[in-house]
């Protein structure tokens, strides 16, 4: 896995084209966030500091916009930001569907309309042994879910993500079984610490990391925080998830953040902070991601290693 330090978004993207369109994403974003405020739309997205954020430091903007995983944009860390600048991220919509009140296409803007925006900084600690630190912007997922009517059969919430091939160039193959999937257990997705992030930074997302909206769950190894969804549906059976149907052996459907469970082709015990060098930044991985106080009891009565 190399390691490149050397792009950055602003490298790949025009700057003005880049500012212009952060502007506008974030000016919506201030809006919804102090709607009482009124005046003109602020040049970034206004979001009082979450309590369920870590004291730890952020990894820099750098960091977190030229060292990503996004398959649609290719399998090396520095494609996404090399290549997602060609999404087109406005107009969009999220079809929210299954077993739900008020099934429909709705509009980011309206799916938006009223979300109370946080900024939450989170650990997030990646299935390959590396880890940061991202300050977030975003809305609790139970938010939403409370918004469209969740109906009483329902027991998960599966996500996918856009299928566009001529703007995603890692779609022209079959690497992954596009649209790339995921999904969460109810309780999990209504927990406080779940987030549906629109930004990072006090900005709207950088393509690379999910724009125009993405899932956040920080006890999960990354691969459960879904990128640039379309799709939300409630069900009642366990939603195939993508690394789970590629790989069942070594991705399971809860992918807990867990030090005890090795990954069966390397260990889980510890992780590499990214920005803090090759060797500098290993520390121990924790339970749940460090967040075990909070969703322990989300598990009780299962078999972690079994349950992985
Ligand atoms: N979402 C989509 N649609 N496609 C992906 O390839 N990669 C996942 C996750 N979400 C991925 C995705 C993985 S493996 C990780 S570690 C995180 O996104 C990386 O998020 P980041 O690039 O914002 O750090």
Redesign the pocket.
């Known amino acids: 896995m190399p390691f490149k330090t050397d792009l950055t978004w602003s490298d790949v993207t025009p700057k003005a084209q880049w500012m212009s369109r952060r502007k506008l994403l974030a000016g919506a974003g201030a809006l919804i966030a102090a709607p009482t405020l009124g005046g003109p739309a602020l040049a970034s997205i206004q979001a009082a500091k979450s309590a369920l954020s870590t004291d730890e430091a952020p990894n820099s903007l750098e960091d977190?916009t030229s060292y990503?995983?996004?398959?649609?944009f290719g399998l090396d860390k520095a494609d996404?930001a090399r290549n997602a600048g060609q999404l087109t991220t406005d107009p969009w919509s999220v079809q929210i569907d299954g077993l739900v009140d008020k099934p429909g296409s709705y509009d980011l803007a309206d799916l938006l309309a009223g979300a109370p925006l946080e900024e939450r900084i989170y650990r997030?600690r990646?299935?390959?042994a590396w880890s940061?630190v991202?300050p977030w912007i975003g809305f609790e997922l139970s938010h939403l879910l409370a918004r469209v009517g969740v109906q009483s059969g329902a027991r998960y919430v599966a996500f996918e993500?856009l299928v566009r091939p001529e703007e995603m160039p890692g779609q022209r193959s079959a690497i992954l079984d596009w649209p790339?999937r995921e999904g969460l257990r109810l309780d999990e997705a209504m927990h406080p610490l779940t987030i549906l992030a629109t930004g990072l930074y006090g900005e709207a997302m950088p393509n690379?990391?999910?724009a125009p909206i993405?899932l956040v769950v920080p006890w999960k190894?990354?691969?459960k925080?879904?990128?640039?969804i379309v799709r939300i549906s409630l069900t009642a059976e366990q939603p195939q998830t993508t690394w789970n149907m590629q790989n069942a052996r070594e991705y399971g459907f809860y992918s807990n953040v867990n030090p005890t469970v090795d990954h069966p082709r390397w260990s889980q015990a510890s992780e590499r902070r990214v920005g803090g060098g090759l060797f500098a930044g290993r520390v121990d991985t924790q339970m749940f991601n460090g967040y075990a106080d909070q969703v322990v009891q989300l598990y009780a009565g299962q078999d972690l290693a079994k349950d992985f």
């Open positions: 977190i990503n995983n996004f398959y649609e996404p997030f990646c299935v390959e940061m991202i993500t790339y690379q990391n999910g993405r190894y990354g691969f925080s879904i990128k640039s």
